[in-house]
């Protein structure tokens, strides 16, 4: 450890810096190295380093711990201790080598030091979920590293709500809105109110929520991994990285959810065949993958694929042949009906989730839970007789 960190004396400071050639930050000094040494990813943040290792008086301090500083805008820094009182840190200056005693500036302005045992390092090392057993959380692992980008919506950087959509439907076939706030609105609420250290109500898998990081109400998600720590897409260290549940996330804390229980179902075909269509583009006249679909096109085309069955072309007939069905009681493959500027036909897919051909994204997987547009416009279910055909 302070091998690597001594190497690396010289390298000029960078605000924000987490590399060699970008330059370092007190913060990105520890991560890079520890990183590189241990595998395991630690916060940017030395507030967080602080709370995440164990505590460590003054006089017990050995080589390898981090001991922390206060600086005049009273934001802590860290640094790497050496030995003999020595630790190397990240300065206006660049990486250096200090003295707790002989250099005042330090002296005056410690505040603590924290120990990252083996143990402790194991929950912050991705190796420990490679394997893990629950999909999303292995998913997740995938993605460490990838820049943060607010509203970002591609693999080259991305925001939190965009990584929980991505896992959870990549690896468990989970289909879940896109916004932060909208995802908060599905799933089983797992009533926590208040997040403490030790939590053994949550288990791996489970998403938690947070207000007021960035804005007004629910505004940031976070897969927990056990163990109080969480993998996210987070804004504060600039990536998709593994955090401990600090002060600050159980100050912004507001509960959590399960999504496990909202898979997608494959028993009809019907679901089947239409998740395989969703992303393709509309066509007005559609009525194939190639061509595009609109909306009474894209449900006959997807019975015909699933079972053969022959349905007539237009909503409006699909609506006159089909059995009456409550909506507490469709069942994955039947049809949901909608009244825009003529009737409009959906594949229902359980969990209150559904596939329609629309004009502004095509066949497209639509939450009636969050949906501003649908809920208002329904007009009723009906199902098929399929299995005679």
Request: with cysteine; proline share 3%; aromatic share 14%.
């Amino acid at each position: 450890m302070v091998e690597k960190a001594k190497s690396l004396i010289g390298t000029p400071y960078k605000r924000n810096g987490s590399s060699p050639d970008e330059g370092f930050n007190s913060g990105g000094f520890v991560y890079y190295v520890f990183k590189e040494v241990t595998g395991s990813w630690l916060s940017k943040r030395p507030s967080s380093l602080l709370e995440a290792g164990m505590d460590v008086e003054k006089d017990n301090l050995k080589i390898g711990d981090l001991v922390f500083f206060e600086n005049d805008e009273q934001e802590q820094i860290s640094g790497i201790y050496s030995g003999d009182n020595q630790f190397i840190i990240a300065t206006s200056s660049g990486v250096q080598e200090r003295n707790l005693r002989y250099h005042s500036y330090y002296a005056d302005r410690y505040i603590g030091a924290s120990r990252f045992t083996k143990e402790i390092l194991e929950k912050s090392n991705p190796d420990m979920y490679s394997d893990h057993g629950h999909p999303a959380v292995k998913e997740a692992m995938n993605y460490l590293g990838t820049p943060y980008l607010l509203t970002g919506s591609t693999l080259e950087a991305f925001d939190c709500s965009f990584l929980v959509q991505m896992v959870f439907r990549d690896s468990m076939d989970i289909y879940l809105p896109r916004i932060t706030y909208k995802q908060w609105k599905v799933g089983e609420d797992l009533n926590i109110d208040e997040y403490e250290l030790g939590n053994d109500q949550l288990t791996p898998g489970d998403v938690l929520f947070f207000s007021g990081t960035w804005q007004e109400g629910i505004s940031h998600s976070a897969i927990y991994l056990g163990n109080d720590y969480i993998v996210h897409a987070t804004g504060e260290e600039g990536q998709t990285t593994i955090s401990y549940m600090s002060k600050y996330w159980r100050d912004h804390y507001t509960g959590a959810k399960s999504f496990d229980d909202i898979a997608i179902q494959y028993e009809s075909e019907a679901v089947y065949e239409a998740l395989q269509l969703v992303g393709t583009k509309y066509t007005q006249g559609g009525e194939s993958s190639e061509e595009g679909f609109d909306t009474g096109g894209f449900v006959q085309y997807v019975y015909n694929e699933a079972w053969q069955y022959e349905l007539p072309r237009y909503g409006r007939q699909q609506w006159e042949e089909g059995t009456k069905v409550s909506r507490d009681d469709a069942e994955p493959g039947d049809i949901f009906f909608f009244q825009g500027a003529s009737i409009i036909p959906a594949i229902y897919v359980g969990n209150n989730q559904m596939i329609v051909a629309t004009n502004s994204y095509g066949v497209a997987l639509i939450d009636l839970t969050t949906s501003d547009y649908w809920p208002s416009r329904y007009i009723g279910a009906r199902t098929y007789d399929t299995e005679s055909e």
